[in-house]
């Protein structure tokens, strides 16, 4: 990842993250309001939120795969902003 055209020392593994989250994935429209509520604060995201999007027919493992995929995306956003405003 460069930022402001300069290569960080997390590059090698901030790839390998991207790779394995494919934080560029996109959601099923009906799963929206649960990733945006990921991508804002993941700390809100409560076990009856999972168990709702369970009995709305998502397996444990879309949920898990798209919780992984927004929460990664998000954070990535947030490391490059943080590296923008280094020095």
């Known amino acids: 990842m460069l930022v402001d055209g300069r290569a960080t020392p997390y590059d090698s593994a901030i790839a390998r993250l991207r790779e394995a989250a ?3 994935r996109a ?3 009906e799963l ?3 990733v945006d509520k990921v991508r804002r604060d ?3 995201v409560t076990d009856r ?4 999007l369970v009995a709305a ?3 444990e493992d879309e949920v898990f795969e ?3 995929a927004v ?3 998000a954070g990535l956003e947030r490391l490059e902003a943080g590296l923008r405003v280094l020095p």
């Open 42 to 44: 993941a700390t809100t």
């Open 66 to 68: 798209q919780t992984v």
């Open 27 to 29: 959601a099923p429209p």
């Open 71 to 73: 929460a990664v995306a």
């Open 32 to 34: 929206e309001p649960y």
């Open 57 to 59: 027919g998502m397996s």
């Open 49 to 52: 939120d999972v168990e709702e």
């Open 22 to 24: 494919r934080p560029d």
